[in-house]
């Protein structure tokens, strides 16, 4: 059920050379329009997280923990993070990325980023 | 009405025995102390006074959870139910929630109903889980069946504990019975079972002195709202 | 010229239609409009299209208080949406081609579940990078407020603060939501605060977030010039700001930094001519109780990192050195996203009018602020108003 292949596609622009995750049709920076894309690279620094105890419909939880999380080559984005509650996660801690289901819509899995934890 | 104790014998079920559920304080959320304890058979009438309104306020299920209520507190006061409880919550001696269950088995306990009178306060919650203290640790069961007929009730107890799905059917014929274990409750005990004891002198003497009872008009505004505390 | 809204709250009994109306009515009344027209209607709703299955609210309400031919538009920015129909309407008025406008916001919220109800909100969110997660705006705020807290040292303390202060102001304000006042020991201190007060998101926990609310609200805009005898003490909107920000938290350089929020408060500073020193009252977006804290700062009242201690010393508190939220806020007042931007500006008016008993009335105020903060901070008003002199 988990991928190591992240199927997310981060855009940088040809001209200045600016990080995009999501996709923007003009460079934030320099408002170019030629990108180039770019696979997250490695592992994530947890950048911040929270535990969300008041789910939204369509989840079968007690609780969510998300967090986001920045890639080794500086790609940022949001992700499950793969624990229980009690454990110790901590703002700059390094954890593992993987491509796993974070929902069910229509009875089919819905695959996104999930954070875990190294070894 | 004459009552014929041959008969009566007959007709009553049979008693397990109950050790007292030892009462408490819990602090809400307004800073006001509500002493948990629990109500004797006498009691019932007057707190069937309380119930009497719910039985007409539609919101949130408060007209089927207070029926079903009204029926097994008057069972209980009739002798016509095995080994039933009932717990209250009362602020400066008002009546502000009632839960009650019953010993289904002398290891299986069978969780009946909630009636939060005040709203807001996370008053069901405290009394939910006092029952389940009772049930798991005072009356020493090894497992209690949950059913709720509100969606406050779904969330408040087969989620937030969590408790385990069965196939086992509902006493009356509603949605199938979930599960609280033992394993469960403790786990969960840290963060939904509070309170103190043993209850100061001065809050019990108020408690135990008049079970006070709202008016009807004042428990149907307190039952559709916050509001005014 | 004319302010007015319903009691927010958990109205069952009521449809969208009916609290929109109730409230266009009261302003109208209020601006000696009861049996008058204007010549256009702004409805501020975010939700009727997923809650209540209809759309096009205006073009329903300006029919249903018979103000046809008035020229009508629904205005959908998510909980920034009351403040942008107001700013539509000043817009309208300013360009000279309209003279008089109603401004009606409004949203029934409590006709779903709570879950359907946070589902319905986090829409608002990125949907491939952010909704697909099971985010919440109070995971949103969660995620802030562990920067924030980390960054600027703010703590629980402070943000129970701030929820105690607001709820208690919701007790002396009938149109509230919440009437209930919150003690620090209940919630905070007695270890039964884990189950009255028990994490929502955290570190947010369940009294650092507002109620799902129903509510409206309205004010009827005038140009000052076409004013002839005020009944009441006329209160004007000496300017505006609107900024926007990145969609996703993720891609702001510093995600504690609420641009938007500093951006469009500048706007309306240097357009009313005015500094936030000048200000008296303000009624700020706290959605969440760290919001309160947060734009108190980004907006000028306080340094960075000085917000959370100022209203801990009850600076921000009736008689402090700027009252914020007098109304309960978001937080006690509650907050049906269309009607927000819509209900600060009506309290701020009663504020300004000196209308309020005095137990929520600021002496002599005479300029007041608002923020009404849209998404997670990506598109955010501001509106300083001014109490006109004789």
Redesign the interface.
């Known amino acids: 059920m988990k991928k190591k292949d992240i199927e997310i596609v981060a855009y940088k622009c040809k001209k200045c050379g600016k990080l995009h995750f999501p996709f923007h049709d003009r460079c934030m920076e320099c408002k170019s329009r030629e990108f180039e894309p770019v696979k997250p690279q490695g592992d994530v620094r947890l950048l911040t997280f929270t535990r969300i105890y008041n789910l939204p419909w369509g989840f079968d939880a ?1 609780y969510l923990i998300i967090g986001v999380g920045e890639f080794e080559n500086g790609v940022r984005a949001m992700g499950r993070i793969d624990v229980d509650e009690s454990y110790p996660l901590k703002t700059g801690m390094t954890l593992k990325p993987v491509w796993a289901p974070v929902r069910v819509k229509y009875g089919e899995n819905v695959y996104g980023l999930m954070f875990e934890p190294k070894g | 009405m004459a009552i014929d104790m041959e008969l009566e014998v007959v007709l009553r079920p049979h008693q397990y025995e109950m050790p007292p559920y030892p009462p408490k304080v ?7 102390k509500m002493v948990v304890r629990q109500a004797e058979r006498e009691d019932v009438p007057a707190i069937l006074k309380s119930v009497h309104p719910c039985l007409f306020i539609e ?1 949130d299920y408060y007209d089927i959870v207070s029926a079903r209520l009204y029926g097994e507190l008057l069972a209980w006061y009739r002798y016509r139910v095995k080994s039933e409880y009932v717990i209250m919550g009362q602020v400066d001696g008002f009546l502000v929630g009632i839960v009650n269950g019953r010993m289904e088995t002398e290891k299986i306990g069978m969780s009946y109903h909630t009636l939060a009178i005040d709203r ?3 008053i069901g ?2 009394l939910f ?1 006092a029952k389940m203290e009772y049930h798991l640790e005072y009356l020493n069961q090894e497992e209690v069946l949950i059913v709720a007929e509100s ?1 406050i009730g779904f ?1 408040r107890w087969m ?2 504990y ?1 408790l385990e799905p069965t196939k086992i059917p509902h006493e009356l014929g509603g949605g199938d019975s979930y599960l609280l274990t033992r394993e469960i409750y403790f786990k969960a005990k ?3 079972v ?3 004891r043993p209850v100061p002198a001065d809050l019990w003497e108020v408690a135990t002195r008049e079970i006070k009872f709202a008016d009807d008009d004042t428990i149907r505004e307190q039952i ?6 | 010229m004319g302010v007015g809204m319903i009691p927010f ?2 109205r ?1 009994e009521d449809s969208l239609m009916d609290m929109l109306a109730w409230a266009g009515l009261k302003a109208l009344d209020d601006a000696g409009l009861g049996d008058g027209g204007v010549d256009a209607l702004y409805v501020a709703n975010m939700g009727s299209g997923i809650i209540q299955h209809q759309t096009s609210v205006a073009s329903a309400l300006v029919d249903r208080l018979s103000l046809l031919p008035a020229g009508a538009e629904s205005i959908e920015n998510g909980p920034a949406s009351g403040a942008s129909a107001i700013k539509n309407g000043l817009l309208a008025i300013a360009s000279g081609y309209y003279d008089t406008v109603l401004v009606v916001g409004g949203e029934k919220m409590r006709e779903v ?2 879950w359907r109800a946070t589902d319905f909100v986090a829409t608002m969110t990125h949907p491939t990078a952010e909704y697909v997660y099971g985010i919440t705006l109070p995971g949103l705020a969660g995620m802030f407020t562990r920067l924030y807290m980390e960054k600027y040292g703010v703590t629980r303390e402070m943000l129970v603060s701030i929820s105690i202060k607001n709820q208690a102001m919701g ?1 002396l304000n009938p149109y509230a ?7 620090k ?3 905070f201190d ?9 994490p929502a998101a955290d570190p947010l926990h369940l ?1 650092d977030a507002c109620p799902v609310s129903d509510g409206a609200a309205a004010v009827v805009l005038t140009a000052l010039d076409k004013v002839k005898k005020p009944s009441k003490p006329p209160v004007v909107i000496a300017g505006f700001g609107q900024a926007t920000d990145t969609h996703t938290l993720q891609e702001r350089a510093d995600p504690t930094d609420l641009k938007a929020v500093t951006l469009a408060a500048q706007q309306a500073f240097e357009r009313a001519k005015l500094k936030p020193t000048d200000i008296h009252v303000a009624e700020l977006h706290d959605a969440f109780t760290i919001l309160e804290i947060a734009e108190s700062e980004h907006v000028g009242f306080f340094k960075k990192g000085e917000g959370g201690k100022a209203a801990l010393a009850g600076k921000t508190k009736l008689g402090g050195q700027i009252p914020i939220n007098l109304s309960g806020g978001l937080k006690a007042r509650g907050h049906p996203v269309g009607a927000t931007g819509v209900a600060q500006v009506v309290d701020i008016v009663w504020q300004l009018r000196h209308e309020l008993p005095k137990e929520r009335q600021v002496k002599n105020a005479q300029n007041g602020l608002t923020v009404n903060f849209g998404g997670f901070g990506n598109n955010v008003l501001a509106f300083v108003l001014r109490r006109v002199q004789e």
């Not at chain 2, 819990?26 to 006001?32: D, E, F, V």
């Not at chain 3, 939501?177 to 003690?183: F, K, Q, R, T």
């Not at chain 3, 007695?190 to 028990?198: C, K, M, T």
């Open positions: 007690r | 819990i602090t809400l959320a307004n800073g006001k919101r807001g306060l996370r919650s405290h889980a969606p969330r989620i937030e969590p840290p963060r939904l509070v309170g103190e559709a709202g916050l509001k005014g505390r | 709250g958990r069952d579940t709570g007790t939501h919440v009437e209930m006042a919150l003690s020991d209940g919630i007695d270890p039964a605060a884990i189950v009255n007060n028990p009294y």
